[in-house]
């Protein structure tokens, strides 16, 4: 790999020995990779933060690397992790799993991480630029700003993200490079000139990942302008069920004016039509039990904004959660105090539902609750909860989510 002079001196220890092992994995990595060279990036994103996906050996990663004195030279936020870290004991954390995740929070905190705990970064001050190069994990965030922004990240991997922030650079392959940034396979979206309900958003994205896995898809005859809301469940959904990290939606994407720039001279691979039978025939598989008790209504994946959380609020008014159903909406600190100071928080427990910070449903010791049935407007929760939670999932909008939440059954 060609290094420029102060990348060879990082790598022979000049910055110390946590920039030096940085350097080493990145080098090692990059070559395998492809990379001919590292390039400075502007942000990170840590998705090495869960102790339910990290175990024992992440968090000692992490702690190796701050014992090492290793300090974030770029902006560099971090994903959910596996509790609410000022709260742990507000949902039945087991104590080991609560002692290995504090390890980790106390890790970050010596090497200076910016503690948002979302995997919406871009929502909460680390909101790279059109053309910027960054270097993230957490799929949905990638496939967020790469596809809605414009800014320019790999689908990077745990460990190498924190690489990444203790050195400021990154391995130039994929989706850095403007010829891997071109479409290849063209979808046609034909609603006969309608625009897409809410809950259709995560339901295409669902779709879309099925059938791209890590293809470039331009996505044509979107109606309307979409909500960052209603792209946020897209584009989560599209980097769940398949490896998608840019997806040219065309008049949204800065890179897709129009579908042709958006393939850049390219000839579709394919062409595919989405109408409405594909949607819901979609929907259709993207639950596991069709009716019953529910003991789980889990929204927020990704982490609600406030807007939804508002939303919740004023479906809830008047209403309670039936007694043999938790509720929770999962969220960020700064919104919870939002909504907190707006009076929707008090409101929303006074119904029976909880706002959960800095975790998730499928990052969090959820299946220690025994919850067999959860429902939810998620698709990645949709996709990854039978394996995470160990539990029957439904998805449905938010309104039937809310109905199931006060009839106790589906
Ligand atoms: Fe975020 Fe957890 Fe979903 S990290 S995207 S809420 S799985």
Not at 109 to 122: D, E, H, L, S
Not at 184 to 202: A, M, T
Not at 212 to 228: A, Q
Not at 321 to 339: D, L, Q, R
Request: proline content about 4%.
């Amino acid at each position: 790999m060609e290094l420029t002079k102060d990348e060879q001196e990082m790598l022979a220890g000049s910055k110390g020995e946590a920039v030096k092992l940085a350097m080493e994995i990145l080098t090692r990595v990059g070559e395998a990779c492809g990379a001919v060279r590292l390039i400075p990036v502007k942000s990170a994103h840590i998705v090495l933060a869960m102790y339910k996906s990290i175990f024992d050996a992440g968090v000692e990663v992490c702690e190796r690397f701050a014992s090492l004195n290793g300090k974030f030279v770029i902006p560099t936020t971090l994903d959910p992790c596996g509790m609410d870290t000022q709260n742990p004991d507000y949902f039945k954390t087991p104590q080991k799993y609560k002692e290995q995740q504090l390890r980790v929070v106390d890790a970050y905190k010596k090497m200076g991480a910016i503690p948002v705990w979302t995997c919406t970064p871009y929502l909460e001050g680390n909101l790279p630029q059109k053309g910027e190069h960054v270097g993230w994990t957490e799929s949905s965030a990638v496939a967020f700003i790469n596809s809605v922004l414009g800014a320019r990240s790999n689908r990077e991997t745990a460990v190498i993200d924190i690489c990444i922030g203790l050195t400021g650079r990154t391995m130039d392959y994929g989706l850095h490079r403007d010829e891997n940034r071109w479409g290849e396979v063209e979808i046609q979206l034909n609603l006969e000139g309608r625009e897409l309900e809410d809950s259709e958003y995560p339901i295409l994205g669902f779709y879309l990942g099925k059938i791209l896995g890590s293809k470039i898809g331009v996505l044509d005859g979107m109606k309307g302008s979409p909500s960052i809301e209603q792209l946020k469940s897209l584009l989560a959904g599209a980097a769940a069920s398949g490896s998608v990290a840019l997806l040219h939606i065309v008049g949204i994407t800065p890179e897709a004016p129009t579908k042709a720039i958006a393939f850049g001279g390219n000839t579709p691979e394919r062409t595919i039509i989405v109408d409405e039978m594909v949607l819901k025939e979609t929907k259709d598989s993207m639950s596991t039990v069709s009716k019953g008790k529910v003991d789980l209504v889990a929204l927020g994946c990704p982490h609600y904004t406030i807007n939804e959380i508002g939303k919740i609020a004023k479906l809830m008014d008047g209403k309670k959660v039936n007694p043999g159903v938790e509720f929770w909406i999962y969220t960020t600190k700064s919104n919870e105090m939002i909504a907190e100071r707006m009076g929707i928080k008090q409101k929303l427990e006074n119904a029976g539902v909880k706002l959960t910070v800095e975790t998730c449903m499928l990052i969090s010791p959820v299946e220690t609750w025994g919850f067999k049935t959860i429902v939810t407007d998620s698709a990645k929760c949709a996709y990854y909860a039978p394996m995470q939670c160990k539990a029957d999932v439904r998805f449905e909008d938010v309104k039937t989510c809310i109905e199931s939440a006060i009839t106790g059954v589906i």
